[in-house]
Nanobody
Framework: QVQLVESGGGLVQPGGSLRLSCAAS????????MGWYRQAPGKERRLVAT???????DYADSVKGRFTISRDNAKNMVYLQMNSLKPEDTAVYYC????????????????WGQGTQVTVSS
């Protein structure tokens, strides 16, 4: 089993920045793909960004140029730097992990954290 714990969410004004962190523990040697997904009320969980163990990244079009995903394999951490935040970025952000090398869709992730709320509002 793999445990994921997110942190770093909160309330921020439009145009502001936040950095989310996800700490992985447990059977992490088997984990390859990790990523961030978000879910707004009444909507499905959707891709924000993913990263392979080797550093290959994928981003949703809506966050390209504003968000950056990174990973520290030695510390078993994955991060999401979010800049130029918009009200439409408001959602619960989830960290996901999978044994598969590269994952895009939420259905491909095997493990999930509990989520952290990000609210962008003035």
């Amino acid at each position: 089993q793999v445990q994921l714990v997110e942190s770093g969410g909160g309330l921020v004004q439009p145009g502001g920045s936040l950095r989310l962190s996800c700490a992985a523990s447990g059977s992490i040697v088997s984990i390859n793909a990790m990523g961030w997904y978000r879910q707004a009320p009444g909507k499905e969980r959707r891709l924000v960004a993913t990263i392979t163990r080797g550093g290959t990244t994928d981003y949703a079009d809506s966050v390209k140029g504003r968000f950056t995903i990174s990973r520290d394999n030695a510390k078993n951490m994955v991060y999401l730097q979010m800049n130029s935040l918009k009200p439409e970025d408001t959602a619960v952000y989830y960290c996901g992990a999978a044994r598969q090398y590269r994952v895009i869709f939420a259905a491909g992730m095997e493990y999930w954290g509990q989520g952290t709320q990000v609210t962008v509002s003035s």
